[in-house]
DNA sequence: GTGCGAAGTAGGGAAAACCCCATTGTATAT
DNA sequence: ATATACAATGGGGTTTTCCCTACTTCGCAC
């Protein structure tokens, strides 16, 4: 079997000597180019067919979210796994929508990384515990912030069909026809929908529903 | 150190037993008490203080969804590890939201299981590693969809003034009179656009923008 | 210049949405 | 048992939205 072709991306010299003996020292890697930045790196893929890209975030002239972007637009096969120093990470978000296949600390475990890059070019994905703590952190900080915020009005249960259907794009008709009920009743549930929340009419109270997260996209 | 106190909520007597077994076998674990669906377990924890909820998804009379977020809205402490068969699950996203601590296979390993109670009850999170894959598939999914937002129809600038006032919530009447122009131009931009987005009325046309991000929260 | 397509402007009439009001059923309180 | 409250169901009639069609203007090509 041909060696795992991986490029390293990172803009200390030292951090990638260290981690291209490391990988190196796994039988089935090999390290075929390095890039100190972003801008670097899309030079370089141009030239090189690489298995996996390790790419650090933080890093001068072009950083790693928007490299990544670029690179992915470009290729779209490529298989990017984020290297992050610390947690305190805001670009996390930001590296997972630009379709990076794996994140890692810098400080993870050698077997960690072997773990990782057979996973990624497996064609699955690698995020370190850490990281998935992360973000299930952030969930949760949305999800208490949904509960300070809004003291939503409650809802019956035809309501709740009626507020589905709509947001779905149902006129009231085939609302109508798709509970078995008159067209007047369901414009009278839309109406105390009105009242509930504050609109006075269907595209407002969608607006007011996707707004309060009440139907999901 | 006491042990760690476990209720386990699984429509399946048969699962149950086995899940208990399992439990019992770590020593610092103590199953205190079952529930056989979300309404039952709703009145068990009234009269059980627990550290860790084993919660089945999908369930009879109430599901763990919900139950998750009644018991969490009532105990906000509580620790709840979400159980799914299969992966194909589409609760995922609601468990996440209803504020769940973990989110596991049936199938997992019983290290796995132990690791997860441990970090669970120490305050953190524990996913599976297949659930981890699935996060980040949907992320994904999310990434390509942006991209394909990216071949939207393109509009004129009225349509995209008259698209704003919409979004905004405001009715063909409003918006006549915020631009100065007749209802009757204000319909016909408004139909250009259902034309264009493949929508048929206001609503839809709402819906299609907050799906397609044109317009922003 | 003349023609031609695309954007912007409306009117008339049909369809849908909306408001005010009435009736029924069910649960809760006194 | 009776009163109260409210969800759920609808009718009549008004307002708004929507579709089909038509006219003007502007730029651009020939």
Chains 1, 2 share one sequence.
Request: proline share 1%; with cysteine; glycine share 4%.
């Amino acid at each position: 079997m041909d060696k795992i072709r991986v490029i390293l991306v990172d803009d200390h010299k030292i951090f990638r000597d260290g981690f291209r003996m490391l990988l190196q020292s796994f039988s089935f890697v090999e390290v075929i180019a390095e890039a100190s930045n972003g801008n670097e790196f899309l030079s370089l893929i141009e030239d090189h067919q690489a298995d996996i890209i390790f790419m650090d975030i933080n890093m001068p002239q072009l950083d790693g979210v928007e490299a990544s972007q670029k690179a992915l637009e470009k290729y779209p096969d490529l298989k990017i796994i984020a290297l992050t120093t610390f947690l305190d990470d805001d670009y996390l978000e930001q590296m997972l929508m630009a379709g990076v296949e794996g994140y890692m600390l810098k400080s993870a475990e050698i077997e960690e990384f072997e773990k990782a890059i057979v996973k990624v070019y497996e064609g699955g994905n690698y995020f370190s515990d850490e990281i998935v703590s992360l973000l299930s952190d952030k969930l949760n900080m949305l999800r208490k912030k949904r509960k300070k915020k809004d003291d939503l009005p409650e809802f019956t249960d035809r309501e709740k069909e009626v507020l589905e259907l709509i947001c779905k794009g149902y006129g009231n008709k085939q609302i109508a026809e798709a509970t078995f009920l008159s067209i007047k009743t369901i414009e009278k549930h839309k109406s105390s929908l009105f009242q509930k929340t504050g609109t006075y009419n269907t595209v407002n109270l969608v607006i007011y529903a996707f707004k309060h997260q009440i139907i999901k996209f």
